[in-house]
């Protein structure tokens, strides 16, 4: 039995019809490649092999009405892959965009929450031919960007034949007198818990007015970008587009540039959404703000599947300059990175342990009745997740291309999340379509975005 920290409790609390908080991953795959030739039944049989070796596809959720707690994880005992694993074909002509139709239904689903936590979708018809797409989704109280790439590497292989690994152990059963007296234990440790993090988070909080009085560099404040399309209260409907760009060309941007890839695609986001916006007429003179989780796995010690911070970044979206724009990007997210090493790796931990399920439910039942402000909390949320640099084999087929869809969050409507793999990097990009019908238009601006970039010169110094 394993208890869900508060972190990882916090994104099913958070979860609403609205708001499904689910980490999807889309692959196109070459099904040539796979041993024996591809049959649904056969790319079934590969993955049931692999089931044991991954334990966070036999985790499910267990709580008891005495619990005072956060739930806890135990093994399904009752596990069936056919509530898991499903098929669809894309329509004709089995393009991105058809692709990205289905993509966009399947991130909208909720998850059964009385099953392990997760689902796969494999799309035949890819390109209108034998290609085959598979959408991998996860909630995200089970992984977070670096989990969700790690649980999809235990599915991978350099070779097309490789065996199936090693099972690896079980979570145990749980019963409801278990989870209510262990939770009772932590219930009992929340005031002493309290007692720490208030003085620590007053000490950041009085570090953070001295940087910013002293002159130092902060990160962005909240509520601080402009209101954008992108920001409104959303639907439970989903739209996904997709970009691919070539991961060398990156690099060149960042060696003429003295910065690093994280640096570049930043810039190229920026770059793409100050077009999209000045297409229609849309773009403001404040630069928009994005929520950007940080991992900070190995630099804290608390518990849970969710080891993440979180950093706002300017985006200068206002730098009408490509190469203006991303020197003040660079610079902004190293203020940012600093900042956010400071307030320390664990203080947002250290807050979602101290609440429980009273409080947190008293929260959610609260924050639609409060109207949404004038400026939004952030603009959109952005990742950069590191992928694998090499040729790898998705359950015996090829992998060609890889796309990450993160969840849409507190008001903002936009979520754009990169992934590299084997030198090009895929963008997904996740919205609302009751905001943003023209999704596709965005992701068409990351190619023009990086080319910009490639055609400046080195930036002067003055």
Not at 31 to 48: I, K, W
Not at 63 to 81: A, M, Y
Not at 141 to 156: E, K, R, T
Request: glycine share 8%.
């Amino acid at each position: 039995m394993q208890r869900l920290s508060g972190l990882d409790a916090f994104f099913l609390y958070l979860e609403s019809p609205t708001q499904p908080l689910n980490i999807c991953c889309v692959l196109e795959l070459d099904p040539s490649t796979m041993p024996g030739g591809y049959t649904f039944d056969g790319l079934r049989e590969a993955l049931s092999a692999r089931m044991d070796a991954v334990p966070e596809f036999r985790l499910k959720l267990a709580d008891s009405q005495l619990n005072f707690d956060h739930p806890v994880w135990t093994d399904d005992g009752d596990f069936d892959l056919g509530r898991h694993l499903h098929r669809a074909a894309v329509p004709a002509p089995g393009g991105p965009r058809e692709l990205a139709e289905i993509c966009g239904h399947v991130a909208g689903l909720p998850l059964d929450r009385d099953r392990p936590l997760w689902e796969m979708w494999v799309i035949e018809g890819l390109h209108g031919n034998e290609a085959l797409a598979v959408v991998l989704k996860v909630h995200h109280a089970v992984v977070d960007g670096v989990g969700g790439a790690n649980l999809l590497a235990q599915l991978c292989s350099s070779v097309p034949d490789a065996p199936a690994p090693a099972p690896a152990t079980r979570s145990g059963a749980a019963n409801p007198l278990q989870i209510a007296a262990s939770g009772l234990l932590a219930a009992g440790l929340r005031p002493w818990r309290l007692a720490k993090v208030i003085p620590a988070t007053a000490l950041t909080l009085a570090q953070t007015v001295l940087r910013a009085r002293g002159g130092g560099h902060t990160m962005a404040a909240p509520f601080a970008g402009p209101p954008t399309p992108f920001n409104g209260r959303f639907t439970k409907r989903r739209n996904v587009a997709l970009a691919n760009l070539d991961l060398e060309d990156v690099k060149k941007v960042k060696t003429t540039f003295g910065v690093t890839v994280n640096d570049v695609v930043t810039a190229l986001c920026a770059g793409a959404l100050r077009q999209f916006l000045l297409d229609r007429g849309e773009l403001t003179d404040a630069p928009m703000v994005a929520s950007v989780p940080v991992s900070v796995r190995g630099k804290s010690d608390r518990p849970g599947r969710n080891q993440t911070t979180w950093m706002l970044c300017r985006l200068e979206t206002h730098i009408d300059d490509p190469g203006q724009r991303l020197r003040s990007i660079a610079a902004g997210n190293a203020a940012a990175k600093d900042h956010a090493a400071a307030l320390g790796p664990s203080l947002l931990q250290d807050w979602t342990q101290v609440a429980g399920q009273t409080m947190f439910g008293a929260a959610m039942k609260l924050l639609p009745r409060i109207p949404l402000p004038e400026k939004p909390p952030h603009n959109l949320v952005m990742s950069n997740v590191p992928g694998p640099q090499e040729q790898l084999y998705f359950l015996g087929c090829r992998l060609d291309a890889m796309y990450p869809l993160g969840p849409i969050i507190a008001g903002a409507a936009l979520n754009i999340t990169v992934m590299s793999l084997n030198g090009r990097l895929g963008v997904g990009l996740i919205a609302c379509p009751d905001l943003v019908a023209d999704l596709w238009d965005l992701a068409d601006a990351f190619p023009a975005a990086l080319k910009e970039l490639l055609n400046c010169s080195e930036p002067s110094h003055d």
